[in-house]
Nanobody, 122 residues
Framework: QVQLVESGGGLVQAGGSLRLSCAASGSFVSINAMDWYRQAPGKQRELVARMSSGGTTNYADSVKGRFTISKDNAKNTVYLQMSSLKPEDTAVYYC????????????????WGQGTQVTVSS
């Protein structure tokens, strides 16, 4: 069983920074790809940042230049560094990973974390 656990959320003033972590645990081979999503009250969940299996990153226009996704393979952890935070960044942030579970046969599965609240005050 694989689990993704987010941490690092909290309350921060506008202009501040936070670093979210998404740690994978359990029995698996590697993290293939990882996305960070967020969902604000009354809104649909939206993709914020993506890191492909090859390390390519993509960002929503609303966070481009302010957020950075990165991965530490040794710690099986993916990070979302958030800077210059704005009140509109307030949301629950979720990681969604494609995890290589076994190599023979090659099986990958998608997992969601439980979410971490980020609140940015004005």
């Amino acid at each position: 069983q694989v689990q993704l656990v987010e941490s690092g959320g909290g309350l921060v003033q506008a202009g501040g920074s936070l670093r979210l972590s998404c740690a994978a645990s359990g029995s698996f081979v590697s993290i293939n790809a990882m996305d960070w999503y967020r969902q604000a009250p009354g809104k649909q969940r939206e993709l914020v940042a993506r890191m492909s299996s090859g390390g390519t990153t993509n960002y929503a226009d609303s966070v481009k230049g302010r957020f950075t996704i990165s991965k530490d393979n040794a710690k099986n952890t993916v990070y979302l560094q958030m800077s210059s935070l704005k009140p509109e960044d307030t949301a629950v942030y979720y990681c969604n990973g494609v995890i290589l579970v076994t190599t023979t046969p090659s099986v990958s599965r998608g997992y969601w974390g439980q979410g971490t609240q980020v609140t940015v005050s004005s």
